[in-house]
């Protein structure tokens, strides 16, 4: 098992790319529970509440 090249690219990695796709992740995990689990009205009003929420931590 290879690590990474240099200590700047693991920084980079841990600091940078790696909290972008827990994010993602964390957000298509939110949106995969509700439309399980909601009726397809209420689903999209929620959606958006979630994708807005999404939006505004990600300019933190």
Do not use: T, W
């Not at 827990?22 to 949106?31: A, F, M, N, T």
């Amino acid at each position: 098992m290879k690590g990474f090249e240099n200590h700047q690219k693991d920084i980079h990695f841990f600091k940078s790319v790696k909290p972008e796709i827990l994010g993602k992740l964390i957000y298509y995990d939110k949106v995969v529970c509700i439309e399980s689990f909601c009726p397809c009205n209420i689903c999209r009003k929620i959606h958006l509440s979630v994708d807005a929420e999404y939006r505004c931590n990600r300019n933190i």
